[in-house]
């Protein structure tokens, strides 16, 4: 049986509840005032956070990266310090107390980057460069604008962390300046958690919630991570994909061996994981591993209400991608977010190109990621597979086999299982979020699109579960910011709308 939601959607096509776009009036609000005044320092500003490489392994700059964002918020007024714990990045916290606020609000956001190979990039990762445009659209170096001279809001600043996830830190905190120039207090108490460890796993966070619960008692968490709708709309999130996966390494002889002598004769590893591979997804898409999609939770009425509200843009997106077509019959994108899915995100045995040479491997190996829909438990996907992997045929070891194995089963594979987390989400119909969809209109000329599952994955089931409170992803990145690659950049148009948007959230009605 086919996992499509289309049926469910088309009967709400004509629903236009949500996401409406709001009168924007005339009078730009405080926010947007202060960056049209202040657009270079806050340009210079950025480009000297994001200077600081900032590799959650590299143990140094991690904490120069954490002491630069807590003076930040000391000089801004904001009570900061750094949580730590041993062979852990600080948690960079800050909390601010609003007389008479009723409603307190936690921001995350997460200060790591991805590593990089310097070696694939135009510039070097932390020497920040800005450009006229993005570069595979031909936009040239420019120096960073002096103090009064315009700015391009088509400029693109390239450096790692950009967009992913540093934009956000100067959002926040040019909205915060704004608001104390005008004298306006924000409406809601804060509190702040910048982590430093996301992009490695977020191994400790639990330990820091945990350890920490008294400080973290909020309403709702803005969760400031990912980029906006590819049509370029603003989005809000309400939830994420878990994430678990599995290495899986299936084995020839015991040794190289000479392609023309054994060839038809010796099994080939990579053959054999080929066909491994292909009988866990069908050509549609179709995960066929039993009961991969059984715990998945249902749909509920309000996710599928703003989901028929989304822009029809997958067709552009299938043309910017060049694919003549996707997986289930050209499904939408954000159907598929809401069911598992397996992929391959890499695989290796013997070489290829000029190294590649007349030789069975010894063995082939397949890196899969599943990310998890909400109700799927990371350990009982993994029990599925390893389940699938027996059925055909298979014996699993745990380590490399010896030679005793090796001569009692003709199919062995050797299976490394990750760890993983749960899928987060909020009802998008809650009361309590209604306010922060309203800010998100006021923030943007633009209308809101509201998505209930994102495709990345975090560890939010933290916020939801331990915590017990909801979450809203506030996305600002553009798109194509070229997150977790080469050349990773931010527009600067989706700057000063994370500019604008933090404004309006911070005075939240």
Not at 31 to 53: F, K, N, T, V, W
Not at 90 to 96: D, H, R, S
Not at 163 to 190: H, Q, V, W, Y
Request: charged share 20%; glycine share 8%.
């Amino acid at each position: 049986m086919k996992r499509y939601l289309s049926p469910s959607i088309s009967t709400l096509v004509a629903i236009t509840i949500l996401c409406a776009a709001p009168a924007w009036g005339a009078s730009a609000p405080v926010a947007r005032a202060y960056r049209e005044a202040h657009g270079p320092r806050i340009l210079r500003e950025y480009a000297e956070l994001l200077s600081i490489p900032n590799v959650a392994s590299d143990t140094v700059n991690i904490r120069r990266n954490a002491e630069f964002l807590r003076d930040q918020l000391s000089r801004r007024g904001i009570s900061a310090e750094l949580w730590e714990l041993p062979d852990a990045p600080p948690i960079v916290y800050g909390a601010l107390d609003v007389p008479g606020a009723e409603r307190t609000l936690g921001i995350y956001v997460h200060y790591d980057g991805q590593p990089v190979d310097t070696s694939q990039w135009t510039n070097p990762p932390w020497s920040p460069t800005l450009y006229t445009a993005a570069i595979e659209s031909g936009g040239m170096a420019r120096e960073l604008p002096a103090d009064g001279e315009p700015i391009d809001p088509e400029w693109r600043i390239y450096a790692r962390g950009s967009g992913d996830d540093k934009a956000p830190l100067p959002a926040l905190f040019t909205a915060l300046d704004a608001l104390a120039e005008a004298g306006i207090e924000p409406t809601s108490n804060l509190r702040l958690l910048f982590e430093g460890e996301e992009e490695a796993g977020s191994d400790h966070l639990q330990e820091y919630l945990e350890s920490h619960r008294d400080q973290l008692d909020v309403d709702l968490w803005l969760i400031c991570d990912g980029p906006v709708h590819q049509s370029r709309r603003p989005q809000l999130v309400f939830g994420v994909r878990g994430y678990t996966g599995i290495e899986i390494t299936v084995y020839g002889a015991g040794r190289y061996l000479h392609s023309g002598h054994y060839g038809n004769w010796a099994p080939n590893p990579a053959m054999r994981l080929a066909r491994l591979l292909a009988s866990m997804k069908d050509a549609s898409g179709e995960v066929l591993v039993e009961g991969f999609y059984d715990s998945t939770a249902p749909v509920g009425v309000d996710e599928l209400e703003a989901m028929a509200t989304l822009p029809d843009y997958d067709g552009e997106l299938r043309r910017e991608l060049g694919l003549a077509e996707t997986e289930a019959a050209n499904a939408a994108l954000a159907e598929r977010l809401l069911i598992p899915s397996l992929n391959v995100h890499g695989m290796a045995s013997a070489a290829v190109g000029e190294a590649a040479r007349n030789i069975i491997p010894t063995e082939a190996t397949a890196s899969i990621d599943i990310r998890l829909a909400k109700g799927n438990d990371p350990a009982e996907m993994l029990d599925l597979v390893e389940a699938h992997v027996r059925e055909q045929g298979y014996h699993i070891v745990r380590e490399a086999p010896d030679r005793a194995t090796r001569l009692e089963h003709p199919l062995i594979t050797r299976i490394v299982r990750r760890t993983g987390y749960p899928a987060a989400r909020t009802a998008v119909g809650m009361p309590i979020v209604q306010p922060i969809v309203e800010a998100a209109r006021r923030a943007s000329p633009d209308p809101v699109v509201l998505v209930p599952t994102m495709g990345g994955s975090l560890p939010l089931y933290l916020f939801t579960e331990v915590l017990d409170r909801p979450i809203v992803i506030v996305p600002i990145a553009n798109h194509d910011d070229n997150q977790h690659a080469p050349d990773e950049n931010l527009r600067i148009a989706n700057l000063w709308y994370g500019i604008d948007l933090m404004g309006e959230l911070l005075t939240l009605p």
